[in-house]
């Protein structure tokens, strides 16, 4: 069956940098696109961050561009969220799915989700 399983969360403080992976199982990942999203506390799963299941084409939510970086290794089946310029704001649980290949920045656009990895920044 399908598994993604994040890491990487913990606690920084603002301008700080952490790197999240998400290590998925039970597909061919080469063969999908993957994303990133955010959930804060009280607020709506947004999206973050998706890249083709080739690695090239990288899409970012505005909130993301020029601080977070999106990668894969498809030989480790594993995607990276690379975060740096750390803010408050950025404070939430993230989450990486698997893509239909459609509807890349949209929650629907993914069947597979994990169970999310914490991150807490602190001003």
């Known amino acids: 069956q399908v598994q993604l399983v994040e890491s990487g969360g913990g606690v920084v403080q603002a301008g700080g940098s952490l790197r999240l992976s998400c290590a998925a199982s039970?597909?061919?990942?080469?063969?999908?696109?993957m994303g990133w999203f955010r959930q804060a506390p009280g607020k709506e799963r947004e999206f973050v961050a998706d890249?083709?299941?080739?690695?090239?084409?990288?899409i970012y939510a505005d909130s993301a561009k020029g601080r977070f970086t999106i990668s894969r290794d498809n030989a480790k089946s594993t995607v990276y969220l690379q975060m740096n310029s750390l803010k408050p704001e950025d404070t939430a649980d993230y989450y990486c799915?698997?893509?239909w290949g459609s509807g890349r920045q949209y929650a629907l656009g993914y069947n597979y989700w994990g169970q999310g990895t914490q991150v807490t920044v602190s001003s």
């Open positions: 799915a698997m893509g």
């Open positions: 039970g597909f061919i990942f080469s063969t999908k696109n």
């Open positions: 890249i083709s299941a080739s690695g090239t084409s990288p």
